[in-house]
């Protein structure tokens, strides 16, 4: 049981490039979700998704992609990376209203 | 517009001092967490609480749901609690409201 795997760790991006940051959690977890967090702010919803095949947007989900074809994985799309998506991205996952179970966290530059 | 306002930002506390850490929101909520995060990012939650007081170990979490309010509390602290608290809600539509987070730093 490997709960929240995210990859990758550390990425830098050139301005223009694309790239998926990869999430799969082995929980059968309903609720999957992508956060960015930047300093002085709390995290902030990117997409989120309720379930195999339904995703939603969240609080910023502008230059960002999401699918979910399977309950496991729950890819994050960067579609044209920008300096402004210099972040920490964190992919959590739950169970209904239960715990969250947070990946590592991918910390990703953009120059 | 913050749904969840945490206090104090930064704490500093000698090793062996009592902690504590609040948190204030304006949603209804079905769930309140307290989450931790060490230096090298990762987050893991502590307490999920709906009413009432939690306590494992060192630590207890207590809500007031009347009042919209939560305490983080750490008994006898330690250098190894050094760590990033963030208080966060579940609120309509089974989406998270984080706060920002206090960072608290245990001296030896």
């Known amino acids: 049981n490997a709960g929240v795997t995210q990859t990758p760790k550390f990425q830098v991006l050139k301005t223009g490039q694309s790239m998926t940051l990869q999430c799969a959690q082995d929980m059968n977890h309903e609720y999957m979700s992508w956060y960015r967090q930047d300093p002085g702010m709390g995290l902030r919803l990117i997409h989120y998704s309720v379930g195999a095949g339904i995703t939603d947007q969240g609080e910023v989900p502008n230059g960002y992609n999401v699918s979910r074809s399977t309950t496991e994985d729950f890819p994050l799309r960067l579609l044209s990376a920008a300096p402004s998506q210099t972040s920490v991205y964190f992919c959590?996952?739950?169970?209904?209203?239960?715990?969250?179970?947070f990946g590592q966290g991918t910390r990703l530059t953009v120059v | 517009k913050n749904e969840v306002e945490q206090s104090p930002q930064n704490l500093t506390a000698q090793e062996g001092e009592f902690i504590t850490i609040n948190c204030s929101y304006s949603v209804g909520i079905s769930a309140l967490h307290w989450l931790q995060q060490h230096p090298g990012g990762g987050i893991v939650s502590l307490f999920m609480l709906s009413s009432g007081k939690k306590k494992h170990g060192r630590l207890i979490a207590t809500i007031n749901i009347q009042e919209k309010h939560s305490s983080l509390h750490i008994t006898a602290s330690h250098p190894r609690d050094s760590a990033v608290y963030i208080c966060a809600v579940r609120g309509p539509g089974n989406q998270f409201y984080f706060g920002t987070g206090t960072s608290l730093t245990v001296i030896p």
């Open positions: 959590a996952s739950s169970y209904g209203g239960e715990r969250p179970f």
